[in-house]
């Protein structure tokens, strides 16, 4: 995404997210599953066509995000179930695209009345599925924008913080701090609490400093890749239990794998002893990098 960067002709914007949205109601039995495909159409146009930001896109900068909702309930319209998202971006003078978050929310409930409208406004959220999308819409923007300038996200961490201290009022659940250790209110704290908001700074480094660089001298952003690493040990240090370490898990250890898998030895063992630490259960994956397989 270069979109910060780009002097933009007149005409040439376009909304923002490019999100592939998918909700799956196999568990409901007996229902008539139109209203669910109402839901996915609803939340497609919800999360493409609204414009989030007053920065201009090009159509091939748009953000690619997904946002997958499994129905466990539904009665009297209302739907209870889990969301995974995930979110990615190229690397640069590649073809390769990295993920950025890849999190799910396993407390999700919402009213939901088919053919019901789904409204953006950011200055009065009408009810609890309007708090979900703009919050996974905030974070995925400002993730994005994070990894391509440092603290380049903050605006929309704002945003999404906005909407937590909205939803929280609504008593819904998956919003209140100290209620779980993984809702939503713990993710924004990740990018926000002084424990652990140094990911932020990480990101950019891994990302910015560290992939693209990989692409024209591997050895450089390999470097810049382990050092980030530490950040992570030190999250570990002071919040061992925060969510920074599950979301960092399973957006990134098996590009890890990969990230080493020519590096020199000393940087494979530096690195596997950090990872080794903060992930013990994963060593059959983590074992790969410390001794990649020989290619055949």
Sequence with gaps: MLAAFSA???????????????VNSSQIQGTNKSVFETLQQAITEYFNTTRWTNTQF??????????????KEYA?????????????????????????????????EFDYKEGDPIVFNENNIE????ALLNFYAYLFLALDFDSFSPLGGQP????????????????????RAFEDTKNRSAVLSVY?????????QMNYDYYRKGLDEMVTSPDKGRAVITESLKTMDKIYDVAPMSVALSMFRDAKLDELVNVYSKAPQSQREEAYAILEKLYPTERDRLDKIKNPEEPK
């Design 58 to 71: 090009y159509p091939n900068e748009k953000i690619d995000c997904r946002f997958f909702l499994t129905v």
């Design 8 to 22: 933009f002709p007149s005409g040439a914007s376009a909304q923002e997210l490019n999100c592939q949205v998918e």
């Design 156 to 175: 929309y961490f704002d945003k999404a913080a906005a909407v937590v201290q909205f939803a929280q009022s609504s008593g819904e659940i998956g919003w």
């Design 76 to 108: 009297d319209d209302r739907i209870k179930g889990d969301i995974q998202v995930q979110l990615s971006r190229p690397v640069y003078n590649s073809t390769y695209t990295t993920t950025l978050l890849n999190f799910k929310d396993n407390r999700v």
């Design 192 to 200: 926000t609490d002084n424990n652990t908001s140094g990911i932020r």
């Design 127 to 130: 009810g609890n599925l309007t």
